[in-house]
């Protein structure tokens, strides 16, 4: 399902506002009313407003519109004008403008569409912070299972290696290497994998997680020494791991906060997306949200 996270700055930024627009109610989340107006007002100033296109923005707005009201609703979070208005001139700031009406004429966007851009952006630094105090931090414990059980997704290995078709071959470049050859030249001259070879075998830094009995080879092989054959995929592997370093305890605590705090955020989001009663005018088209939340296009 799709987070409530409001899009870059950059993308709105490209968004000019409609001069005009109409009164007419396009939608309504919860009974508070979203106009034809405001949905213009996210379409690039000049451009066709083609169904899809206003289904889209329509669809962004509804979004907005449930996330602030479950904001409200649930934390009893509501951004002041001040609170805004402040925000507003970071983004100036940061941008190097000396008002909003020169950044706004700069990007060729409106004043309310930065405002509302704000406004989804405060609601959810403060939806965040509400989920995250909720959290149980990891206990030591917790921490050394998840190294014990899940060693290969948290390792970072620098490895490189070099690829053959046969066993043959692969015992053939082992046997030049242990004779004194130098690791680089033999991969250079034999290996198939073009990425790695072209650089004398290296594969770089990384997770082996998700590279089946190759990534097992590089968890088990001794520092600095050759290793294999081994058998992939992809054929035979010489290999040699320069190193092996699992994180710090609190890095891995980080890291899974971090995980339980954007699954939070997504549960948090998609009830509130279930619970809503969203209404569309059945000439902007239909609401859904399975697989996702959007406006299906009349």
């Given at each position: 399902?799709?987070?409530?996270?409001?899009?870059?700055?950059?993308?709105?930024?490209?968004?000019?506002?409609?001069?005009?627009?109409?009164?007419?109610?396009?939608?309504?989340?919860?009974?508070?009313?979203?106009?034809?107006?405001?949905?213009?007002?996210?379409?690039?100033?000049?451009?066709?407003?083609?169904?899809?296109?206003?289904?889209?923005?329509?669809?962004?707005?509804?979004?907005?519109?449930?996330?602030?009201?479950?904001?409200?609703?649930?934390?009893?979070?509501?951004?002041?004008?001040?609170?805004?208005?402040?925000?507003?001139?970071?983004?100036?700031?940061?941008?190097?403008?000396?008002?909003?009406?020169?950044?706004?004429?700069?990007?060729?966007?409106?004043?309310?569409?930065?405002?509302?851009y704000v406004r989804q952006l405060l609601t959810q630094e403060a939806v965040t912070e509400q989920l995250r105090s909720s959290l149980t931090t990891p206990t030591d414990d917790?921490?050394?299972?998840?190294?014990?059980?899940?060693?290969?997704?948290?390792?970072?290995?620098?490895?490189?290696?070099?690829?053959?078709?046969?066993?043959?071959?692969?015992?053939?470049?082992?046997?030049?290497?242990?004779?004194?050859?130098?690791?680089?030249?033999?991969?250079?001259?034999?290996?198939?994998?073009?990425?790695?070879?072209?650089?004398?075998?290296?594969?770089?830094?990384?997770?082996?997680?998700?590279?089946?009995?190759?990534?097992?080879?590089?968890?088990?092989?001794?520092?600095?020494?050759?290793?294999?054959?081994?058998?992939?995929?992809?054929?035979?592997?010489?290999?040699?791991?320069?190193?092996?370093?699992?994180?710090?305890?609190?890095?891995?605590?980080?890291?899974?906060?971090?995980?339980?705090?954007?699954?939070?955020?997504?549960?948090?989001?998609?009830?509130?997306?279930?619970?809503?009663?969203?209404?569309?005018?059945?000439?902007?088209?239909?609401?859904?949200?399975?697989?996702?939340?959007?406006?299906?296009?009349?």
């Open positions: 399902m799709r987070r409530f996270a409001p899009p870059a700055i950059a993308a709105v930024f490209i968004l000019a506002a409609c001069s005009g627009g109409s009164d007419d109610v396009a939608a309504s989340v919860n009974g508070q009313e979203i106009t034809v107006g405001e949905v213009e007002a996210l379409i690039a100033d000049g451009n066709e407003i083609t169904s899809p296109i206003f289904a889209q923005s329509l669809g962004t707005l509804v979004q907005w519109t449930i996330a602030e009201q479950a904001a409200a609703d649930d934390f009893g979070f509501s951004p002041t004008q001040a609170e805004v208005d402040d925000e507003v001139e970071a983004i100036v700031h940061q941008a190097g403008a000396a008002s909003v009406g020169e950044l706004a004429e700069a990007q060729g966007i409106s004043e309310d569409i930065l405002e509302k917790e921490i050394a299972t998840e190294l014990t059980e899940n060693a290969a997704t948290w390792t970072e290995v620098c490895v490189s290696h070099a690829l053959v078709e046969s066993i043959e071959e692969a015992e053939a470049a082992l046997e030049r290497i242990e004779s004194g050859e130098d690791f680089a030249v033999v991969a250079t001259e034999v290996s198939i994998d073009p990425g790695s070879a072209a650089n004398g075998g290296d594969l770089g830094c990384g997770s082996p997680a998700d590279v089946g009995p190759f990534a097992e080879a590089t968890m088990v092989a001794p520092i600095g020494e050759f290793y294999g054959p081994v058998e992939s995929e992809f054929g035979f592997h010489i290999v040699v791991v320069a190193s092996r370093t699992e994180p710090s305890p609190e890095t891995i605590r980080r890291s899974l906060i971090d995980q339980a705090l954007f699954e939070a955020a997504d549960d948090w989001f998609n009830t509130a997306v279930t619970a809503a009663v969203v209404e569309v005018g059945e000439e902007f088209g239909t609401w859904t949200t399975v697989p996702i939340p959007q406006i299906v296009p009349a």
